[in-house]
């Protein structure tokens, strides 16, 4: 049995950890409002654009349409465009994103498809090299930045978008978090390249004819680099806002488990502290009737 200084020790630990948990969750709910919004705002814009490129690529096919969406002919080369987080302390919302990615790179694997990965966050590296450290293409670094933005969704996209010309690839999947709720982010897994022909509204009424200046192939040339940069920003938004928000759902947990360990360690010293006194009063009067 712990000593009375051991189980004092014990329970000022555990307040300290308290004190830094309940920190960290008004910090992260203070941040998941600003990164709430961010990520719902983006989401009619990338809709809008889905629509827009269901109308253009409805226009446009065979050798005519861009590279970007016929694609290059074949789907033997798949890469993975894990989204995770650059910082810990968020639940098993990391977890969950590498769990997709590795469900999906051992899909294509059965299929007889070669996988590569493109993490971007820090945190999802290891436990992907863990068991695929030869597939791993390029680690994206966004935790220099305050705050990932555009440029760092521009960066990925025109890096990915020379890979595609490159020939190094047939298929890119986008592996990021959807956020739901404080108490829910979904992982989902998307085709980036080539760009989905959306389904749905196209975005015009009825069988109203559009004429388009210029053509439909010369737009798409310069909206589909577009929408792939839209989509990774998004998918930055969303990362950010699910972070803050399991966070904040992890820290509150952290809290309430700690409280629960303050009360079970003070009442195991209260008992301690009471058996002590008991056993020394034994002494003081089994002592006094001995004289």
């Not at 098993?92 to 990965?117: C, D, M, P, Q, S």
């Not at 930055?236 to 488990?257: H, I």
Request: charged share 30%.
């Amino acid at each position: 049995m712990a000593s009375l200084k051991e189980l004092k020790g014990r329970i000022n630990s555990v307040k300290s950890t308290q004190k830094i948990t309940k920190a960290k969750k008004m910090v992260a709910a203070a941040k998941l409002r600003r990164a709430q919004m961010a990520a719902e705002a983006a989401r009619p814009y990338a809709e809008r654009l889905s629509g827009v490129m269901a109308s253009l690529a409805g226009k446009v096919s065979g050798d005519s349409a861009p590279r970007l969406l016929r694609g290059t002919g074949s789907d033997k080369r798949h890469l993975l465009v894990v989204v995770n987080t650059d910082k810990g302390l968020c639940g098993g919302l990391n977890a969950n994103i590498v769990k997709a990615a590795k469900i999906k790179a051992r899909a294509l694997i059965a299929e007889g498809k070669e996988v590569r990965f493109y993490l971007v966050g820090k945190k999802g590296r290891a436990p992907i090299k863990r068991d695929y450290a030869e597939r791993i293409e390029k680690w994206f670094d966004t935790s220099e930045v305050r705050q990932p933005g555009f440029e760092e969704a521009e960066a990925i996209a025109d890096d990915l978008i020379a890979r595609f010309e490159q020939g190094e690839f047939d298929v890119a999947h986008l592996v990021y978090p959807i956020f739901k709720s404080a108490l829910a982010q979904d992982p989902t897994v998307d085709q980036l390249i080539p760009v989905p022909s959306p389904e749905g509204d196209t975005g015009t009424a009825g069988d109203a004819v559009v004429e388009y200046e210029p053509g439909e192939e010369e737009i798409l040339e310069e909206l589909l680099p577009r929408y792939v940069k839209t989509q990774l920003f998004a998918s930055l938004l969303e990362r950010e806002a699910s972070e803050q928000g399991a966070s904040m759902t992890a820290m509150d947990n952290a809290t309430r488990n700690a409280g629960d360990l303050i009360s079970k360690l003070t009442i195991q010293y209260n008992r301690s502290r009471q058996a002590a006194i008991t056993t020394e009063l034994i002494e003081i009067i089994a002592g006094a009737e001995a004289l």
